[in-house]
């Protein structure tokens, strides 16, 4: 069974509107990519947000989660972003300085979102 790339899935998942959407995704560079869509409490309401939960380059280091944050951005502007489970400090450090994320303060702190 071939995995729906990550257009795909969102797609299937926003037209369903089942809580919550999850499962590993096609896309460049990324030999496994585990996403969900669902809601969190954002601020104070409840917000569409797309957790990127389990993330594994194909060749770290070469632009693929960098190329990912281009596309999300341009098709799919208002969807809020939440990276979980930060285990190195380079990529915290990079969530931070280079796209923006923050750490979730609703949360533990290996976990970063955007918007």
Same mark, same amino acid.
């Given at each position: &069974?071939?995995? =729906?790339?990550? %257009?795909?899935?969102?797609?299937?998942? &926003?037209?369903?509107?089942?809580?919550?959407?999850?499962?590993?995704?096609? %896309?460049?560079?990324?030999?496994?990519? #585990?996403?969900?869509?669902?809601?969190? #409490? /954002?601020?104070?309401?409840?917000?569409?947000?797309?957790? /990127?939960?389990?993330?594994?380059?194909?060749?770290?280091?070469?632009?693929?989660?960098?190329?990912? $944050?281009?596309?999300?951005?341009?098709?799919?502007?208002?969807?809020?972003?939440?990276? %979980?489970?930060?285990?190195? %400090?380079?990529?915290?450090?990079?969530?931070?300085?280079? #796209?923006?994320?923050? =750490?979730?303060?609703?949360? $533990?702190?290996?976990? #970063?979102?955007?918007?």
């Amino acid at each position: &069974m071939t995995l =729906p790339t990550l %257009e795909e899935f969102l797609a299937s998942a &926003m037209k369903r509107g089942a809580w919550p959407a999850r499962g590993y995704v096609r %896309e460049a560079g990324f030999r496994d990519l #585990y996403v969900r869509y669902t809601t969190h #409490y /954002i601020g104070r309401g409840k917000r569409k947000v797309l957790d /990127i939960a389990s993330v594994n380059a194909a060749r770290p280091g070469n632009g693929a989660f960098t190329a990912l $944050m281009r596309k999300l951005a341009l098709l799919y502007p208002h969807l809020h972003l939440r990276v %979980e489970c930060v285990l190195t %400090e380079r990529f915290a450090k990079a969530l931070v300085e280079k #796209y923006g994320f923050h =750490p979730d303060a609703n949360d $533990m702190s290996s976990y #970063y979102l955007l918007r």
